[in-house]
């Protein structure tokens, strides 16, 4: 089983519920779906894989998927540790993701653009710097540099898929996002204020769906 899902926490998920091999997995190619036969294709990048190393995985197993993965047409590289790679996306995705979902905008240049005091790119910045910095207690090399991948992302105009959650009003992945960027800093004991308001105020947004709809039912 390879997983390929945003954030921390997924193969833990698929270890509990399969005795087979499991492969950790992230990917940053993107797309958005118009319907069900058009996708348009946003980011042409590599699928990371590596090792799941509670089950110490083979590294033969890892290069046999991504093999695989890239003889249909896409994008994979096997790593002897997917844990880096991880950690960038997990990083990148928990800011992009938060921001877009509380201010409605999709992945545009907004999130890049440092040049007023209000601009949204100072705030993406912080963000991805304390992820970084929550990284690092944890012993985690990163394999690409959060920021540059959003600057590569924020010329997408891309809707990120917490957004597309919250328009819908559906659960959104913040636990396994900045969620687990509050949990890892607590753990290892370093701040990650920004990170952890972002996920309770997102937790909040998901609560006033809940409440509205009760609120309705009664009336």
Sequence with gaps: M??????????EIIAE????????????????????????YELDTATWLGPFEPRQTPGAVVRE????????????????????AQWSKLIFNASVNGVSALTGLPHSPHFSDECDFTSLGHLLHELIDEGKRVAAAAGISLHEDPWAMNKIGAMTNHPPSMLY????????EVDFLSGAIAREAQRYGVPAPLHTMVYRL?????????????NRAVS
Aim: no cysteine; charged share 25%.
């Design 2 to 11: 390879i997983s390929a899902q945003n954030g921390l926490g997924s193969e």
């Design 17 to 40: 519920h399969t005795r087979g091999q499991v492969v950790r997995g992230t990917t940053f190619m993107s797309g958005t779906k118009h319907s069900d036969t058009h996708v348009q």
């Design 65 to 84: 998927a991504a093999e695989l993965m890239s003889a249909s047409g896409l994008k994979a590289e096997a790593l002897p540790d997917a844990r880096p």
């Design 165 to 172: 959650d919250v328009r819908r009003r559906l659960q959104t």
């Design 202 to 214: 997102i937790k909040g947004k998901e609560a006033a769906w809940a409440f509205q709809d009760e």
